[in-house]
């Protein structure tokens, strides 16, 4: 596709389940990010995987949080036992491989912790 | 560690005026990038401008321009004859070698 794609778009469910919220980066993007957007706040970094070399996960809240990608293709975004402060949307952007390159997000999605 | 501050949470301009969002960030790099990003309600981060901190000239895109003060580090956004398409969130952000670090936002409302 044209640019990032993410699914599901909203995504509820109960507290103590697991969730997977999948990403799919621009074709050739290197970089991969996600990001966590509470209500009414910033965009807060998670993880970022950058081509073959070890994920930069100081950004995860908890070790209940994951992330896999595999190659320069699909990451996924895996929460355990989910809380109900999880709930937020989450976004992922992909980016060529310098500084300067513009990220391109996703539409995110929209995480509900009942 | 780099931090971001937008001081103001909400602004409005009237539609065809000038409105400046203001953005203050804090790092111990002399080689960085800023951004301005928006966010409409379709949740899609769009980029507005970048500025690198080596350049001493002010970004500009079309309606959209930059106040960079480096030694200040103030970074702010100036929008001219605004738009009602205009209406969002928009949030600053930096960048060295790392993810981008963002503020919390301003949301900007257009009147007609």
């Known amino acids: 596709g044209a640019g990032v794609s993410q699914s599901p778009s909203n995504k509820v469910t109960e507290k103590g389940k697991d969730v997977e919220l999948r990403c799919d980066p621009i074709?050739?993007?290197?970089?991969l990010y996600w990001y966590r957007q509470r209500l009414g706040q910033g965009l807060e970094f998670l993880i970022y995987?950058?081509?073959?070399?070890?994920?930069?996960k100081s950004g995860l809240p908890s070790d209940r949080f994951s992330a896999e990608r595999t190659g320069e293709s699909v990451s996924t975004l895996t929460i355990q036992r989910t809380q109900q402060e999880d709930s937020a949307v989450y976004l992922c952007?992909?980016?060529?491989?310098?500084?300067?390159?513009?990220?391109?997000f996703g539409p995110g999605t929209r995480l509900t912790v009942l | 560690a780099q931090t971001v501050t937008q001081s103001q949470p909400e602004m409005s301009v009237q539609e065809a005026e000038t409105v400046t969002l203001s953005c203050t960030y804090d790092?111990?790099?002399?080689?960085?990038?800023l951004f301005w990003y928006k966010q409409p309600p379709s949740r899609q981060m769009i980029l507005v401008i970048r500025?690198?901190?080596?350049?001493?000239q002010n970004a500009t895109e079309n309606r959209f321009s930059v106040n960079f003060q480096k030694a200040a580090k103030s970074f702010s956004l100036k929008i001219s004859d605004s738009q009602l398409g205009d209406a969002a969130m928009y949030f600053c952000?930096?960048?060295?070698?790392?993810?981008?670090?963002f503020g919390k936002g301003t949301r900007l409302s257009v009147i007609a």
């Open positions: 790092t111990s790099e002399s080689d960085y990038y």
């Open positions: 995987f950058q081509g073959n070399s070890a994920p930069d």
């Open positions: 952000a930096l960048r060295r070698n790392t993810p981008l670090v």
């Open positions: 952007a992909s980016s060529l491989d310098r500084v300067v390159d513009e990220q391109f």
């Open positions: 500025q690198e901190a080596y350049k001493q």
């Open positions: 074709s050739g993007h290197t970089a």
